[in-house]
């Protein structure tokens, strides 16, 4: 009897479901015959694309877009050599990738497979057990701390070391986290670094890291130099306004970097997206303009949520997490037919949260509006 597609289809992905994205804006108009929507459900930056990145696009298409018959540097020589300048890192040791998402696949396709096992937090991005179930690896997720903690709902990094064994292949970490905006101690996450055994691979995701302040950012570039083991990750998709472009980059010791580049598909970040990143390194303002505006509008949002008896998690990313008191979902479709587009969480097992992007002051006050509203109709 031949098998079925369902069991040719490997045993490790047949309970994930699809990741789901924030609704598309378009999506939302075609349903509801809308025309004014604000969407605050994906983190991407309320100021749109960086200024220079805008700029470069436009030079590249007034220029006639003429190399896109050419397949793009596939070793991404000029964008990486920027990259190694700013963080003070020899270039080989730059890997870039086609948004950070894919740095993080490419990640478990080397180090994980059948007989190993990711560690990661409950509540932690979805896109960990996704690739590490993608090459039938064992995931095993850590009870984050509680909603009574300092940190609630963040990482427990103590726990983390009882999960991990001579199994384990990667450990992921974000700081600051998505969906929760929680976030580590630099002391704690070099205490884990120490405390890891040096053959486990510790990815570091720092798509946020812009966003924290001065005094909470951790320098895990002179990790980089002690554990040969890290992996750090970084994004164009939240600060520069990229998201749409696509491209992330990996920080790592030559030998990882090697391994990783083995497999990366050689193509894997497009021409465009090269260009356009190369300018976003030079457009410091804007950096300094999207985290300046953020934590004024992150701290106003939360009092406003407060204000309302709403708790918010502690955030030092660009979007808040906060807890509605009853099931989110039904708050979440009721304040789509006012055009404003946030995120449940139930697919992260928080279903009384939601999470809400910060947007320009404007935006912000839509969305509260459009709060009151259904909360008031409840
Ligand atoms: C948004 C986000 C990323 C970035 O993904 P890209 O593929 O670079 O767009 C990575 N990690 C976390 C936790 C995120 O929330």
Redesign the pocket.
């Known amino acids: 009897m031949a098998k079925s597609l369902n069991e040719q289809a490997h045993s490790g992905i047949h309970g994930l479901h699809a990741y789901v994205p924030g609704k598309p804006i378009d999506d939302l108009k075609r349903e509801l015959g809308l025309t004014s929507i604000i969407k605050l459900a994906?983190?991407e930056n309320p100021f749109g694309v960086a200024p220079a990145v805008k700029q470069a696009f436009a030079q590249f298409v007034g220029n006639g877009a003429h190399d896109l018959h050419r397949y793009p540097d596939g070793g991404g020589y000029a964008l990486k050599q920027k990259i190694a300048a700013r963080h003070d890192i020899e270039a080989e040791r730059v890997t870039l990738?086609?948004?950070?998402?894919?740095?993080?696949e490419l990640t478990a396709r080397v180090f994980l497979g059948p007989g190993k096992n990711a560690v990661f937090s409950q509540y932690?991005?979805a896109?960990y057990p996704i690739v590490a179930r993608a090459v039938n690896a064992e995931t095993r997720m850590v009870p984050a701390l509680g909603a009574g903690a300092d940190m609630p709902y963040g990482h427990d990094l103590d726990a983390f070391l009882d999960h991990i064994d001579e199994d384990t292949g990667v450990v992921f970490i974000?700081s600051?986290?998505?969906?929760t905006g929680t976030w580590l101690a630099p002391q704690a996450i070099e205490a884990f670094l120490d405390a890891v055994p040096p053959g486990v691979v510790v990815v570091l995701?720092e798509?946020?890291l812009e966003y924290q302040a001065d005094s909470e950012r951790p320098d895990s570039r002179q990790w980089l130099e002690r554990y040969p083991n890290l992996i750090v990750?970084?994004?164009?998709?939240?600060i520069y306004g990229m998201?749409g472009l696509?491209?992330?980059y990996a920080l790592t010791s030559t030998e990882v970097a090697d391994w990783i580049n083995r497999i990366r598909q050689p193509f894997n970040v497009n021409t465009v997206a090269l260009y356009c990143a190369e300018a976003a390194l030079t457009d410091e303002d804007f950096v300094t303009y999207s985290t300046q505006t953020n934590a004024v509008q992150r701290a106003s949002l939360a009092g406003e949520l407060e204000a309302r008896g709403l708790i918010c998690l502690p955030s030092q990313?660009n979007f808040i997490t906060f807890d509605c008191g009853r099931a989110s979902t039904p708050l979440y479709q009721a304040m789509l037919h006012e055009g404003v587009i946030v995120r449940p969480l139930e697919s992260y097992e928080m279903p009384e949260h939601l999470r809400v992007t910060v947007g320009s002051e404007e935006d912000n006050r839509v969305f509260l509006a459009a709060l009151d509203a259904v909360l008031e109709r409840e």
Do not use: C, E
Not at 97 to 104: E, H, I, P, R
Not at 233 to 238: H, L, N
């Open positions: 994906s983190n990738g086609n948004g950070s998402n894919d740095v993080l932690a991005f896109v974000a600051p986290n998505n969906p995701d798509a946020y990750t970084r994004t164009f998709s939240k998201a696509r491209v992330g990313a």
